[in-house]
């Protein structure tokens, strides 16, 4: 490659395309906003923070999808994502959770907080080294290794999302809490086979029921969303659940 009048290649020089740097400007969109989550937390606003964190999620999902389709993957943008999760999906809630139910435990409860945040960041280390590579079949990947950190988080805010719901009473059962985040956190860095997306596959039988079913996802969301946000997490643990039992099934095969 020719190298220009500063000696570094001219590819390196040429202008780039605004583009080229969508899917890192919306991965840095989506840092910010798990960073204003935690202090939004610190603030009080717990609705807000909740929120904040969901909007990561979106644009988790948004940053992958741009970089694939305008061919802008590079191992910087791979690995400024996964900084940006480990603050959005792993700091931020395990902050959340700490400052709403785990505070009145003192050392204990922040102990339990760092587990699930170091979970997390476990969980993404793991999928930096094997370059996302979860399945040996070509095509989407048929299951994750492991719950990914997006619904790892959602999963560990699930006694918040109960607690804005008026179901919890802050501070209520912070060992009930502390087991869960341990689960929660077990489950990310574990080997289970847990569903991915791509992979499923809707009869054309069910087209309609899902298409109405998303108008009456919409209608809660806009009036019970902690209800709706909670029973996604439950509607996510039958996955799991399924899968263990079919994890024990070709274990004992």
């Given at each position: 490659m020719a190298n220009g009048p500063s000696g570094t290649p001219e590819r390196e020089q040429?202008?780039?395309?605004?583009?080229?740097?969508?899917?890192?400007?919306?991965?840095?969109?989506?840092?910010?906003?798990?960073?204003t989550a935690v202090r939004f937390t610190i603030e009080g606003r717990y609705s807000a923070a909740v929120f904040l964190i969901l909007l990561a999620a979106l644009a988790d999902g948004l940053d992958g999808l741009l970089a694939r389709w305008l061919r802008a993957e590079s191992p910087l943008g791979a690995?400024?994502?996964?900084?940006?999760?480990?603050?959005?999906?792993?700091?931020?809630?395990?902050?959340?959770?700490?400052?709403?139910?785990?505070?009145?435990?003192?050392?204990?409860?922040?102990?339990i907080a760092m587990l699930f945040a170091v979970g997390a960041c476990f969980r993404l280390a793991r999928f930096n080294v094997t370059t996302g590579k979860t399945d040996d079949t070509k095509g989407p990947a048929k299951h994750f290794v492991g719950v990914p950190a997006p619904a790892g988080a959602c999963l560990g805010l699930l006694p918040v999302f109960l607690t804005l719901g008026s179901v919890l009473e802050p501070g209520d059962a912070p060992v009930v809490v502390s087991v869960w985040l341990a689960i929660v956190c077990v489950l990310m860095i574990s080997s289970l086979k847990t569903l991915s997306p791509k992979a499923v596959k809707v009869p054309r039988r069910f087209i309609g029921v899902i298409l109405f079913a998303t108008v009456i996802v919409i209608g809660l969301g806009f009036t019970r969303p902690w209800y709706l946000l909670a029973l996604v997490d439950v509607a996510y643990l039958m996955t799991l659940l399924h899968a263990v039992v079919r994890a024990r099934g070709q274990l004992f095969r």
């Open positions: 040429s202008p780039l395309s605004i583009l080229m740097l969508l899917p890192n400007m919306v991965t840095l969109t989506g840092l910010s906003f798990g960073l690995q400024l994502d996964s900084l940006s999760d480990f603050m959005c999906f792993g700091v931020a809630p395990a902050i959340l959770v700490y400052q709403i139910h785990l505070a009145q435990a003192g050392g204990f409860g922040w102990i």
